[in-house]
């Protein structure tokens, strides 16, 4: 049976067999607008040209007396623009406050079709997944919506950390996770005030040397839920995100951060500044020594088995695998 999802799923890396071959929409970045200042929307026809995702934010960093500017400040964004093949996200507010039935009803009955993602935050388990997807169902069959609206979960809490896999497996509709550091801290109980990124107190040493001080490494505080959330998504053919970074004046520790999310297996992440669209294109995209290195792992085992040696490094089946998936995301990225 054909779910909504097979009709026009946007990844094909590590997805299960009838979603492989589907054409995939490239999305290194996602950027966050608030749609209750004039001023950023009359930049929306700018970044169509500049980023894979406009996101209409409704939720956080939005002021409670401004949530439903906010909203028809979406819905006139979303009337005014052609996106072309730019992506129309909107983050809706969470499931129990008072603007998300609002948020939902409004902009689907208004602009249903233009929308391709919500992104739903603060998710704790399928529940809130079966939810949406059936007021969307509603909604949908109401206003004559042509096609399916994906959902995209945040992953923000340690209850949905804890759920994350019956997360993905919800609904044909889900079309990926983003890591919500920030909240994920405070309900977590970390000891931090920022939002994502490392933190100077979370570090290894090295050994002490003759003569020497030590050296100290910082570590990646999202280190073990990104795997997790890759690994749940990947085994349900969505795509996993690294979300934002709060620090825009460092823009070496957003590269490193973006950098760590892309070799782990994620596919973009959230761009809050405009500085930080170049980077998460930079990273997202596969590097063209990567590449050439992959290509010619490809041309040396053309039926993908077998073991070979280039550069005095062994390659084998597995590894023919990995070079697949820089090839194929450098073809996503050239498309
Ligand atoms: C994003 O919403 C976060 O909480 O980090
Ligand atoms: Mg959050």
Redesign the pocket.
Known sequence: MKTPRAFFKPLAIGAPEPFKELPTRVERMIHFVPPHIEKMRAKVPDLIKKVDVVLGNLE?AIPADNKEEARAGFIQMAKDNDFGETGLWTRVNCLNSPWLLDDITEIVSQVGDKLDVIML?KVEGPWDIHYLDQLLAQLEAKHDVKKPILIHA?L?TAEGVNNVEAICGASPRMHGISL?????AASRGMKTTR??GGHPGYRVLSDMEEGKTRSIYQQDLWHFTIAKMVDACMAHGLKAFY??FGDFADLEACEAQFQNSFLLGCMGAWSLHPTQIDIAKRVFSPEVDEVKMALRILEAMPDGTGAVMIDGKMQDDATWKQAKVIVDLAKQVAA
């Open positions: 956080d935050p945040i923000e919500g550091p920030a909240d994920l939002v994502g979300g934002p």
